[in-house]
């Protein structure tokens, strides 16, 4: 612990009091019908940030209603393009506006560094405004090849009413990458952001109404997976579900969606690899190694938290990267300094830390950290960073999300070997490659088993381009032009235009 980068200190000032979040229905903020709240305490400061209204059954009914008159009387799905862009592109604005209100809960809720919640709230904007652009430039296709009296057109229509399920991780980012894109295409929508993150969706209401959003077309509800979630998975006036979250819920949300045949698409967990090569920038490599370890403490999706090195670099590789662990800022979530904060729960640093016990009990070996961390006046929600060798394919640290900061290391020493591991998983969110050979990198990026591939580089994402996973790591996409396709029907329409049709009865 001596040797690791510790801050401790703070120049964000908490806030006096909690932020009270409220449900958002058909355009009013409301509380809970029986008033149930719940407390969010901060992960770094031991406060209490927020008082959230507890929703059951009844809000997430009154919530879903308002979507469907919403979406049936046109209000907003029968605006033009035009008209839907200039709401989302006010709403970008005003985020910008608030980046730091919105910031600081989000830093309070999550435990994640200030400068990190800037950037993800922040750019979040651009996420709306890309919807914005994306609201009126979509069209559908026509077919002016069928012959002289037939002309095809095929439409492209909102889905109707989309139920939108975020996790704790990246609450404003994962919401932005669903909500204006569904928004754009005409859809209406019930969220329900994470129990333990709620604010920061609860905050977007006020820029919503402020921005000109209709009543009833984005309708918030603040609660529990159950009894909230469900509703929103198994209604029969839900057209689609789309869920950010763990493998196990998005299970769970499949089979409840099933009954009613609704639309599902998922996000979900990964176990993600990056392969190094002698011959690449291997400063560059150990650094994107660490960076995809630690950042957001290694609870994301994407986090690399599995590495496959050629034998050759192993021992080297992975002392710079341990030298690197070292100069990593951990800390206190509120200094501008700071890059991986606090673990959101209690009982999740238990969970990171009964893997890491599990795979020393299985032979591993801990080559940094290995234990959780207590910081002076910050309490013992912390988790040092780890990377840990003598990991072998088959053990449970290999092949399951821990989503803490702990790094396992695989070695090879073919590329054949290479695509093998990187495809001995149940996941297959993203992979990673860093080698200077143009080929090699084709010949895995080809045969990746894995929704994204880096290659030199490692979790650059942007609007325009597609995210999701295969496998167990989810289905459908998001962002980017096929994301937003998620949230339209396609509706053929078929005209005679000329002669009219040959009778098919033959005349007695
Ligand atoms: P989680 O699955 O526990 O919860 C996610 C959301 O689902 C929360 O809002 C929760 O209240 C809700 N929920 C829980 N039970 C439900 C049910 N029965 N029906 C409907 N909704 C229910 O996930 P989490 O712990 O919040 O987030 C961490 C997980 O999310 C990790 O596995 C991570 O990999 C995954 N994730 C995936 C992506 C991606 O884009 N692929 C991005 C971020 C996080």
């Not at 229509?157 to 980012?173: A, C, D, K, Q, R």
Request: aromatic share 6%.
């Amino acid at each position: 612990m001596k040797d690791l980068h510790i801050i401790s200190g703070q120049t964000v000032a908490l806030p006096k009091t909690a932020y009270q979040a409220r449900h958002f229905i058909n355009g009013v903020a409301q509380d809970s019908v029986d008033g149930r709240k719940s407390d969010r305490i901060s992960p770094s400061h031991g406060v209490v940030v927020s008082q959230a209204a507890l929703g059951s059954e009844v809000e997430a009914e009154a919530a879903i209603t308002a979507a469907r008159a919403a979406f049936d009387d046109g209000r907003w799905s029968r605006l033009s393009g035009k008209a839907r862009a200039t709401v989302l592109n006010k709403v970008a604005d005003l985020i910008e506006v608030n980046v730091e209100k919105l910031a600081l809960i989000e830093t309070l809720e999550s435990g994640k560094p200030i400068s990190q919640a800037r950037g993800e709230c922040g750019g979040a904007a651009d996420l709306w405004r890309y919807a914005a652009s994306l609201a009126r430039t979509s069209h559908g296709d026509s077919h002016n090849t069928l012959g002289a009296d037939i002309l095809a057109v095929v439409l492209k229509e909102p889905i109707g009413v989309v139920s939108i399920i975020t996790p704790w991780n990246f609450p404003f980012w994962i919401l932005s990458q669903k909500l204006p894109f569904a928004l754009a295409a005409g859809c209406t929508c019930v969220v329900k952001p994470s129990e333990v993150t709620p604010s920061t969706t609860a905050m977007l209401a006020e820029m919503l109404v402020e921005a000109g959003l209709p009543a009833g077309v984005c309708n918030i509800v603040l609660g529990y997976g159950s009894p909230v979630g469900s509703l929103m998975t198994a209604h029969a006036d839900v057209d689609m579900v789309t869920f950010t979250g763990s493998t196990a819920v998005g299970k769970l949300i499949t089979k409840r969606a099933g009954d009613t045949l609704k639309k599902v698409a998922l996000e979900l967990g990964g176990k993600n690899p990056q392969v190094i090569f002698p011959n690449c920038d291997l400063e560059g490599a150990a650094d994107a190694v660490t960076f995809g370890i630690y950042f957001n403490v290694g609870q994301c999706c994407n986090s690399s938290s599995r590495i496959i090195v050629h034998e050759d670099i192993a021992d080297a590789f992975v002392t710079r990267v341990v030298e690197l662990s070292r100069q990593v800022a951990f800390g206190n979530p509120l200094h501008p300094d700071t890059q991986v904060g606090a673990i959101v729960t209690p009982e999740h640093a238990t969970k990171i830390d009964s893997y890491v016990r599990a795979a020393v009990a299985a032979g591993a070996k801990v080559c940094i950290g290995g234990h959780s961390l207590t910081i002076p006046g910050l309490g013992d929600q912390f988790y040092q960073p780890t990377v840990m060798r003598g990991v072998t394919p088959d053990m449970v640290i290999a092949r399951e999300e821990v989503f803490g900061p702990v790094l396992v290391v695989l070695t090879f020493g073919t590329l054949e070997e290479a695509i093998q591991l990187t495809n001995d998983a149940t996941y297959g969110l993203s992979a990673g490659i860093w080698c200077d050979d143009i080929s090699t990198c084709l010949e895995f990026s080809r045969r990746a088993q894995a929704g994204t591939v880096w290659t030199n580089t490692w979790m650059d994402g942007f609007p325009e381009v597609a995210f999701g996973g295969v496998k167990q790591s989810g289905q459908g996409r998001e962002i980017g032009a096929y994301g937003f396709d998620e949230f339209l029907e396609v509706k053929s329409l078929v005209m005679r235009v000329g002669s009219t049709r040959a009778p098919w009865v033959k005349k007695a």
